[in-house]
């Protein structure tokens, strides 16, 4: 297995208990402690986020997308799903390229629709109006748009998703991501 991301004697805040972490292509689930900063190392695994010490060897800021980091990626609830992707895809295209109202079969989002269970997302439904399941995949689809040469994909808080049935839907779709790009979870559950 190619080896993707190491941390050595990361510490994200002052304090906190150094974490060393080698990720391997596919999934990696990382356990941390409720309250403790799990954003903020899932942001400090991105390169979004300068850590109080410690080093993080992986892809870096432009070739990680990450998911799930509420002050990063909150979706507008009165926005159709369809002009969230619209309006990612444009970000991360050049400007001068036309942004086609079929989004769902755009380059940069077609790829990811079927491993995320997306093919039937209902996109003129308003953001708030999905369900929990629905919102949480678009929320990675468009951290895989906005990252289209991505080398990994961290995935933060995914007990956001709070029936475990539920979660373990979001864990086998991880899997088939990671079947593309490798993935790290974060999660405070023990028993995943």
Known sequence: MTVVLTTTDLVVREGRTPVNLVAEEGLTVVQTKRETGGSTLAMALADRFKPYSGTVDGP?????????????????????????????????QPFYKPVPKKIM?????????????????????????????????LRIL????????????????????????LRQQILDDLVEVARYVPVIATTVNEEL
């Open 60 to 92: 870096g800021f432009k070739r990680t997308a990450l998911a799930g980091v509420d002050f990063i990626d909150t979706l507008e609830r009165q926005v159709s799903a369809r002009e969230c992707i619209r309006e990612q895809v444009a970000w991360a």
């Open 142 to 165: 468009l951290a895989l748009v906005s990252r289209p040469k991505a080398e990994l994909l961290v995935v933060d808080d995914i007990d956001s998703v709070k029936k475990m049935s």
């Open 105 to 137: 079969d755009h380059k940069l989002v077609e790829p990811w629709l079927a491993p995320l269970q997306l093919e039937d997302l209902d996109q003129d439904a308003r953001v708030g109006d999905l369900g929990v399941m629905d919102r949480f995949r």
